[in-house]
């Protein structure tokens, strides 16, 4: 199972989590892994592309199944809110992917636990 972690403070996401596999399918064929995949690197990348922003990100070298985007606070406000918006819609995606796929994937996030704004 992939199991998302959301550690947040008073102004936004702090660090994001993802851990482990689905085991939906073969090898190159589970499509809740694939969907993980895209939707977190495919972010980390908006942020760095799109923002100017190097994430701070831990992967695991071999086998896949981790990464940690630990987000530090831009001095440039703006900047800032773009990167938080960027990392709440990875959230609101997971969530959604959690919703329609229970049984490979759990996220834990105060803001979103039950799939809804608390």
Same mark, same amino acid.
């Given at each position: 199972?992939?199991?998302?972690?959301?550690?947040?403070?008073?102004?936004?996401?702090?660090?994001?989590?993802?851990?482990?596999?689905?085991?939906?399918?073969?090898?190159?064929?589970?499509?809740?892994?694939?969907?993980?995949?895209?939707?977190?690197?495919? %972010? &980390?990348? $908006?942020?760095? /592309?799109?923002?100017?922003?190097?994430?701070? @990100?831990?992967?695991?070298?071999?086998? =896949? !199944?981790?990464?940690?985007?630990?987000?530090?606070?831009?001095?440039?406000?703006?900047?800032?809110?773009?990167?938080?918006?960027?990392?709440?819609?990875?959230?609101? %995606? &997971?969530? $959604?992917?959690? /919703?329609?796929?229970?049984?490979?994937?759990? @996220?834990?996030?105060?803001?979103?636990? =039950? !799939?809804?704004?608390?």
């Amino acid at each position: 199972m992939v199991t998302v972690d959301i550690k947040r403070t008073d102004t936004g996401i702090a660090e994001l989590t993802i851990a482990g596999h689905a085991n939906a399918g073969k090898h190159g064929q589970d499509i809740v892994c694939a969907s993980v995949s895209a939707v977190s690197i495919g %972010t &980390l990348n $908006a942020v760095h /592309q799109l923002l100017g922003i190097r994430p701070d @990100v831990e992967m695991a070298e071999k086998g =896949g !199944g981790f990464i940690r985007w630990t987000l530090h606070p831009h001095e440039n406000a703006d900047l800032e809110g773009k990167q938080q918006l960027l990392a709440e819609s990875v959230v609101v %995606t &997971l969530v $959604a992917i959690s /919703q329609q796929y229970e049984k490979y994937i759990t @996220v834990n996030d105060p803001k979103w636990q =039950g !799939g809804a704004l608390s």
